[in-house]
């Protein structure tokens, strides 16, 4: 089983909608974050955990909500999708406190917003 | 600020034929750098890492060396496979308040080894 699981592996709705992306992860990390990917713009950071307590903006969180609802589960929430928000998104964990920590990716959500 | 420039894609290459792909990054103190992979359909893997000046980051064969004067942080490899091909990230990590990193990523380039 992958130690970071992303719901769903592809998404299509329609502009107006409300649609909420799952995260789950066995790794026991407290660091949970969301970012999106888009064709030549790399990944951007929408949202990061830090513990359950814990949320903070990323870079574009404009039209994003998230909620750490465990450790382990971190949702990523767009309140009323439009086109522009069609991306590849995905969650990544890490366990340390340093800047070398490396990041586990889950494997991705295709979202599509027509 | 903070920012990863990556060589544009996309490359093709032969099977055994030398690797660079270049990345240069503009950071405000002293980042630490990584190359993320991903494969078709999956999500990013860490390749290797550099967390200090001269340091060399290498694993599966690629290499990449922290060079701050020329803020470069270049990845290599010497004879390629066709399993290689796929986008490859360049990254640098700063940390942020209370302990955590940010990952700030380059534009990706996509890889593609012919047999």
């Not at chain 1, 992958?2 to 107006?16: E, H, L, S, Y």
């Not at chain 1, 465990?70 to 406190?97: D, V």
Request: aromatic share 10%; charged share 20%.
């Amino acid at each position: 089983d992958a130690d970071v699981t992303q719901t769903p592996r592809n998404r299509i709705t329609k502009t107006g909608k409300r649609i909420m992306l799952e995260c789950s992860q066995t790794k026991g990390h407290d660091r949970m974050y969301w970012y999106r990917q888009d064709p030549g713009l790399g990944l951007r950071l929408i949202y990061y955990s830090f513990d359950v307590k814990d949320i903070n903006k990323g870079e574009i969180s404009d039209g994003y909500s998230v909620s750490r609802q465990a450790q382990a589960k971190f949702s990523l929430s767009l309140e009323s999708a439009i086109p522009n928000q069609t991306a590849l998104y995905f969650c990544a964990t890490s366990g340390g406190r340093s800047a070398n920590e490396k990041l586990f990716f889950g494997s991705g959500t295709q979202l599509s917003v027509l | 600020g903070n920012s990863v420039t990556q060589m544009e894609g996309p490359v093709t290459l032969s099977e055994e034929a030398f690797l660079t792909i270049n990345c240069t990054y503009t950071a405000t103190g002293y980042p630490s750098l990584f190359w993320y992979v991903q494969y078709p359909g999956e999500g990013l893997q860490l390749l290797l890492k550099a967390t200090k000046a001269d340091d060399k980051g290498s694993n599966k064969g690629f290499e990449a060396t922290y060079r701050k004067e020329t803020t470069s942080f270049h990845l290599e490899k010497g004879s390629v496979q066709v399993s290689d091909s796929a986008v490859y990230f360049c990254a640098l990590s700063i940390a942020i308040i209370q302990g955590a990193q940010k990952l700030v990523f380059g534009q990706g380039t996509r890889l593609t080894i012919n047999p």
